[in-house]
């Protein structure tokens, strides 16, 4: 899908993070360390800078033009903390519960296709941006 440039960088962040879920989704108990590892990685190096950007710079120069208490808002919000807090539970268990990484796919999967397919159509319609 086309994005508006301002949009794009986000838009890849969200291709590998996409990857990473999949990867936590189907991780076995062969592979959990490997794939909690990966993905902590991941986290590190590119997902928490990402939710900043987001929380930072995104929401509010959408809350600009919009009404930034919108149900799409408030689940990526609310989205961002819980996997904040299962980033952090993760990194301190040690032996990787399969269950939680499963979840943890399963959540980060949703979280962004809730931004791709609602939550940056919102954006861009109300600042009047145009994908590329």
Same mark, same amino acid.
């Given at each position: 899908?086309?994005?508006?440039?301002?949009?794009?960088?986000?838009?890849?962040?969200?291709?590998?993070?996409?990857?990473?879920?999949?990867?936590?989704?189907?991780?076995?108990?062969?592979? =959990? !360390? &490997?794939?909690?590892?990966?993905? *902590?990685?991941?986290?590190?190096?590119?997902?928490?800078? #990402?939710? @900043?950007? %987001? $929380?930072?710079?995104?929401?509010?120069?959408?809350?600009?033009?919009?009404?930034?208490?919108?149900?799409?808002?408030?689940?990526?919000?609310?989205?961002?903390?819980?996997?904040?807090?299962?980033?952090?539970?993760?990194?301190? =268990? !040690? &032996?990787?519960?399969?269950?939680? *990484?499963?979840?943890?796919?399963?959540?980060?999967?949703? #979280?962004? @296709?809730? %931004? $791709?397919?609602?939550?940056?159509?919102?954006?861009?319609?109300?600042?009047?941006?145009?994908?590329?």
């Amino acid at each position: 899908m086309k994005r508006h440039e301002a949009l794009a960088q986000l838009s890849r962040d969200h291709h590998q993070a996409l990857f990473q879920a999949q990867r936590l989704r189907r991780a076995t108990d062969e592979d =959990a !360390g &490997e794939v909690l590892a990966a993905y *902590l990685d991941f986290w590190h190096e590119v997902g928490h800078l #990402h939710f @900043r950007a %987001e $929380e930072e710079v995104l929401l509010p120069a959408y809350a600009a033009h919009a009404d930034a208490s919108s149900g799409a808002v408030v689940r990526v919000l609310v989205d961002h903390t819980l996997i904040r807090r299962d980033a952090d539970a993760l990194e301190r =268990a !040690g &032996e990787p519960p399969l269950e939680r *990484l499963h979840e943890l796919g399963d959540r980060l999967e949703a #979280h962004v @296709r809730h %931004e $791709e397919r609602v939550l940056f159509p919102l954006i861009e319609d109300a600042t009047g941006m145009t994908p590329a």
